[in-house]
């Protein structure tokens, strides 16, 4: 069993930044792809951005690409998620995933594990 607790998110206006991160409770993280995923209010949870076990390739959803960035510290056990030029349709809870299969997935299905979120609201 593998815990996530996610933390930093906040009120932001548009065009700031912040800096999301998860903390994992397993000895095996670095064995994980991670990922993050957010969800508004009526809509699905999307896919945002994920990162293999040993940080060497990481994957961003449309939205985000090029304002976000996937980031990670096996020796904190520690994913990040970096948002900069945020946006109000930004606004969701932003939860952390463990995959503790080899590919990197980009759907809800592929992942085992799951934070239990938090809220990034971005004022326009």
């Known amino acids: 069993q593998v815990q996530l607790v996610e933390s930093g998110g906040g009120l932001v206006q548009a065009g700031g930044s912040l800096r999301l991160s998860c903390a994992a409770s397993a000895r095996t993280f670095s064995r994980y792809a991670m990922g993050w995923f957010r969800q508004a209010p009526g809509k699905e949870r999307e896919f945002v951005a994920a990162i293999n076990w040993n940080g060497g390739s990481a994957y961003y959803g449309d939205s985000v690409k090029g304002r976000f960035t996937i980031s990670r510290d096996s020796a904190k056990n520690t994913v990040y998620l970096q948002m900069s030029v945020l946006k109000p349709e930004d606004t969701a809870v932003y939860y952390c995933?463990?995959?503790?299969?080899?590919?990197?997935?980009?759907?809800?299905?592929?992942?085992?594990?799951w934070g239990q979120g938090t809220q990034v609201t971005v004022s326009s």
């Open positions: 995933a463990a995959d503790i299969g080899v590919a990197v997935g980009r759907v809800t299905d592929e992942y085992d594990f």
